[in-house]
Structures are given as structure tokens and as C-alpha cells.
């Protein structure tokens, strides 16, 4: 099981990636998309990204939004594991992002 992480090292990391927030036991982030089919097929990239990881977000998707909450819910909040996912998903949403 991965091991959780203390609340420095959260922090320190939420502050240097300022599209994601705190909520609870979860990181969280929302994507504006230009178009909805782009929202999806960001949620179709993301999906293959987590799937070879085996670890996988609540994904939500609103018109052109989507919502991305990472937690790893078999430690009971967050790891290692979240941020690294995290930053996948700011590495496919810098080509989405519509503001």
C-alpha cells in the first residue's frame, strides 16, 4: 500500500501547482476545454494514462469542464501516487486548456 503523505509535503506541493486545491482527503482541479468533444478526449487521454498506473481519479464532466478529484482511497488520502498522476494530468490539460 502506498504510503501517505504528511501535510508539509502536501502543501509545499500545492503551492507550486496552483490549478490544484485542497478538499478533504483529495486534490482537485478543474479543466476548461474549448469544446466538449475536447473535454472528452481529455478524459479519454487521462483514462489511459490511469489505467497503466492503476490508479485512477474521479473525473466529472460539465459541457466544456471537467473536474479532476485524486485521492488514493486505500491509504485513506493522499500519496505520492496523486501527485504524480496530478502532473499528468497538467501535462495533457496544457493542450486543452482553454482558460
Do not use: Y
Not at 476545454?33 to 473525473?59: G, N, W
Not at 460539465?62 to 505520492?80: I, N
Amino acid at each position: 500500500m502506498a504510503e501517505l503523505l504528511n501535510q508539509s509535503a502536501i502543501a509545499d506541493w500545492l503551492d507550486a501547482h496552483s490549478a490544484w486545491e485542497r478538499e478533504g482527503d483529495e486534490i482537485v482541479r478543474t479543466v476548461g476545454c474549448p469544446s466538449f468533444p475536447a473535454a472528452i478526449e481529455l478524459v479519454r487521454k487521462v483514462a489511459d494514462v490511469a489505467e497503466e498506473r492503476d490508479h485512477h481519479p474521479d473525473m466529472d464532466i460539465r459541457w466544456r469542464k471537467v473536474r479532476f478529484a485524486l485521492s488514493t482511497h486505500s491509504a485513506g488520502g493522499l500519496t505520492q501516487n496523486d501527485l504524480d498522476l496530478a502532473g499528468e494530468i497538467d501535462r495533457l490539460a496544457s493542450a486543452f486548456t482553454s482558460g
